[in-house]
């Protein structure tokens, strides 16, 4: 029988961690290598979600939001954790990243594309060949979370304009006024429904917190200064921030 050790592989997970002599460099790697397994939990459960759509099980994949949902809340309390670390305790180590950034996070690439925010740009920093270019470029080619959300209305018989249904799924989604005027229809109509609409804005809002609390952190840390691995830190971040996943679901809140 194995042990609680054994089934977790606590040998090997808690063998990843190589700091320096620095105090504060073993709390940035784990918060930072259980930021990468969270990621891979949300992209696990979104794709979970991709085929509950699919199978029109409304009530399951609700479920599965909320479990998005709450990883979510926890990757934004982490940075409360990572807050506790001053300037002069991040310059301690800042050097050992080298070209080592965030900003590389293969995972985190996947999440956006997932939620339908895709560059082309973004394949550029991975090898021709790479496990991460091939996951990514999967990723890429197919529809995000709204399009199956899409497909998911036009199979229940709502009037699901082809704007939105044949769109490029490789290009940003463009706001509907034609989609947004279904989606009041469910709102007044199909509580059911509307709830899950209103779980999709969670996601979005909750995307968009951890973004601009990201943000906040690393100009509590550097302030203005380039980021590690030749990225341009909180100016970069800054770009990030107040753009929505899913434009029709936030236009239509002036209809109410």
């Known amino acids: 029988m194995p042990t609680y050790a054994d089934y977790l592989k606590l040998d090997r997970l808690l063998d990843l961690q190589e700091p320096s002599n620095e105090h504060d460099e073993t709390l940035f790697i ?3 290598q ?3 397994l969270w990621f891979k939990e949300i992209l696990h459960e979104m794709d979970y979600l991709q085929n509950l759509l ?3 099980d409304l009530p399951r994949a609700g479920h599965a939001m909320k479990r998005v949902l709450t990883i979510l809340k926890v990757l934004v309390a982490q940075i409360d954790i990572l807050e506790t670390m001053t300037p002069l305790e991040f310059l301690s180590f800042r050097e050992k990243l080298e070209s080592g950034s965030g900003f590389q996070s293969a995972q985190f690439r996947e999440l956006e594309f997932t939620l339908g925010n895709k560059r082309i740009q973004a394949l550029e920093h991975y090898h021709l060949g790479s496990v991460e270019r091939s996951r990514l470029e999967k990723r ?4 995000c979370l709204w399009d199956w959300f899409v497909g998911f209305l036009a199979r229940r018989g709502f009037a699901v304009p082809d704007e939105s249904l044949k769109r490029d799924v490789t290009q940003p989604i463009t706001p509907s006024p034609a989609m947004q005027q279904t989606l009041v229809g469910i709102y007044r109509n199909d509580p059911a429904l509307a709830e899950f609409c209103e779980r999709l804005v969670d996601l ?4 968009q917190e951890w973004r ?6 690393v100009e509590r840390t550097i302030g203005t200064k380039r980021g590690t691995g030749g990225s341009m830190g909180a100016e970069y971040l800054r770009t990030t921030l107040l753009k929505p996943a899913f434009p029709d679901l936030w236009a239509i809140r002036t209809e109410f």
């Open 30 to 32: 784990i918060i930072h």
């Open 34 to 36: 259980v930021y990468e």
């Open 54 to 56: 699919a199978a029109d």
């Open 140 to 143: 890429y080619q197919a529809p």
């Open 204 to 207: 979005d809002e909750g995307v």
């Open 212 to 217: 601009y609390r990201h943000v906040k952190m």
